[in-house]
Nanobody
């Protein structure tokens, strides 16, 4: 199983980025995919997730309206569209795949420890 994130980079505040998580080695439709992020010195926090079976989505409330998660089953890829970026969005962004979808506003990365994690992609937002 392999998850590979891409699309990170340096962007000015107010700009947009689209992250991608390319997934191989598992039955895409059986899994939920979540995005987490980790800023320097902070805990990894949940950003959004999508259940591929029905494309239902969940978000961290504070990011709703700016971030959108979507799934492309034909390409076995999940995207995270991030608009109106702010310096506080600077972090390494990770995707994770799990058969179990566990989500709350305070979702912990360790709740997804049984899943498959990517290596992360750096997003830096300059002010």
């Amino acid at each position: 199983v392999q998850l590979v994130e891409s699309g990170g980079g340096l962007v000015q505040a107010g700009g947009s980025l689209r992250l991608s998580c390319a997934i191989s080695g598992l039955r895409f439709g059986d899994y939920a995919i979540a995005w987490f992020r980790q800023a320097p010195g902070k805990e990894r926090e949940g950003v959004a997730c999508i259940r591929n079976s029905d494309r239902s989505t969940m978000y961290k409330d504070s990011l709703k309206g700016r971030f959108t998660v979507s799934s492309d089953e034909a390409a076995n890829t999940v995207h995270l569209q991030m608009n109106h970026l702010r310096p506080e969005d600077t972090a390494v962004y990770f995707c994770v795949a799990s058969l179990s979808l566990i989500w709350s506003q305070n979702v912990k990365a360790e709740w997804w420890s049984g899943g498959y994690w990517g290596q992360g992609t750096q997003v830096t937002v300059s002010s």
